[in-house]
């Protein structure tokens, strides 16, 4: 059954996006079947695998307000992973929801139709807490936070940590932090390195060994409809995000090999 992951940071501009399309390309890549959501209602997930978003429908829209299935909505991208797209109107999302019942489980139910279809299901979220944010947690099993090293990263993670702690209490209790990823590295700054140094201190093994570069082809494949790893697959970027769809597979038969179990989100407090 497929290990439920969203991609979520509070802070936008971290690179959330860019992480969740070219990792599903590469998992893609090592041979995993994956679905692809996105919450978010610019829609940059969508375009950044090749899809039209105008012309997409349904949409998530539809699957969260229950005028569609996931299995119908779903698209397969040219990139080797499905894709639940997203638009525009995924912003009323917001209003329709507060007249619907159990509405921060909508996304969980309805993902449960098809979750054995697929190894990974990544949900790109919106850099905010709102109700979208919301029922992908709801759905989730572990969350991915990808974060710049710097001082307003420190403050944000903490911040979401709280939050995640809020829906473990709540809403979805086997919520738990899959990892805590390094994104537009510059090991040339001092602060950089000052900052990496203390989320390794402090998260440990959360914290994901791949880092991701600053690299001008992951900013220019989006462009192209196109995953890094189609766009330019000798990039420093690709190579990166290849390393880190590696490291994740490789951290998953890991704790199948353990049958590890988690009590907690695995941070300390």
């Known amino acids: ?4 992951l ?6 936008g501009g971290v690179g959330k996006t860019t992480t969740a399309v070219n990792l599903s390309a590469c998992l893609a890549e090592c041979g995993q079947r994956v679905l692809l ?10 375009t950044g695998c090749g899809v039209v978003k105008r012309g997409a429908m349904p949409t998530v829209y539809q699957v969260l307000i229950g005028r569609s299935t996931a299995a119908q909505t779903r698209l397969t991208s040219d990139f080797g992973f499905d894709v639940l797209p997203a638009n525009r109107e995924l912003a009323g ?34 850099p905010a807490l709102n109700m979208l944010t919301v029922n992908g ?30 829906i473990r209490a709540n809403l979805n209790p086997r919520l738990e932090i899959e990892g805590l990823l390094r994104t537009m ?21 959360k914290v994901y060994r791949t880092i991701i570069p600053r690299n001008v082809r992951l900013a220019e494949a989006p462009s192209y409809g196109k995953p890094v790893i189609a766009f330019d697959r000798s990039s420093k970027g690709a190579q990166a995000y290849l390393l880190l769809a590696q490291e994740i597979l490789d951290r998953r038969a890991d704790k199948k090999r353990a049958g590890a ?6 941070v300390e407090s």
């Open 1 to 4: 059954m497929a290990r439920i």
């Open 6 to 11: 969203a991609v979520t940071n509070q802070k």
């Open 37 to 46: 959501i996105d919450l978010d209602p610019q829609g940059n997930a969508t």
């Open 93 to 126: 999302a917001e209003v329709d929801l507060i007249d619907l019942g159990q509405r921060e489980y909508r996304l969980r139910d309805a993902l449960g139709s098809v979750r054995e279809d697929y190894d990974f299901i990544l949900m790109d979220c919106p």
């Open 137 to 166: 947690l709801v759905a989730a099993d572990t969350v991915m936070i990808p974060m710049q090293c710097e001082y307003y990263a420190l403050e944000g993670l903490t911040d979401l940590v709280a939050t995640l702690k809020k």
């Open 185 to 205: 590295f510059d090991p040339r700054s001092t602060l950089t390195q000052q900052v990496s140094c203390e989320l390794e201190g402090h998260f440990g093994e």
């Open 261 to 266: 179990t988690t009590a907690g989100l695995g």
